[in-house]
């Protein structure tokens, strides 16, 4: 079973907006930091956005300003705020779950949610 489910993909124009979500399941969310990457086709997966276990983010300078990352651990889900979108931004998001309890590493992925922004 993949703990991750992501959902919130489809077509928007560009300067839309979207909203990304990823269910986890089976795993202590709280404990996990977050991740949104996003790949297109031929090209290397690509870190967008981090929030730490503590709620802290961080983001790549192509979305600063334009993508909040944020998590609700009551509901185990991680989101991504995409506004003012632009046809690079589109790529297949993928949620990653990452934590290092210092005697193994879990890293979960989920399976992908195509963006894509028409110009």
């Known amino acids: 079973q993949v703990p991750l489910v992501e959902s919130g993909g489809g077509l928007v124009q560009a300067g839309g907006s979207l909203r990304l979500s990823c269910a986890a399941s089976?795993?202590?969310?709280?404990?996990?930091?977050m991740r949104w990457y996003r790949q297109v086709p031929g090209k290397q997966r690509d870190l967008v956005a981090t929030?730490?276990?503590?709620?802290?983010?961080t983001y790549v300078d192509p979305v600063k300003g334009r993508f909040t990352i944020s998590r609700d651990n009551t509901k185990a889900t991680v989101y991504l705020q995409m506004n003012n979108l632009k046809a690079e931004d589109t790529a297949v998001y993928y949620c990653n779950a990452y934590y290092d309890s210092g005697y193994t590493n879990h890293d979960y992925w989920g399976q992908g949610t195509q963006v894509t922004v028409s110009s």
């Open positions: 929030i730490s276990s503590e709620g802290t983010s």
């Open positions: 089976g795993i202590q969310f709280s404990f996990f930091a």
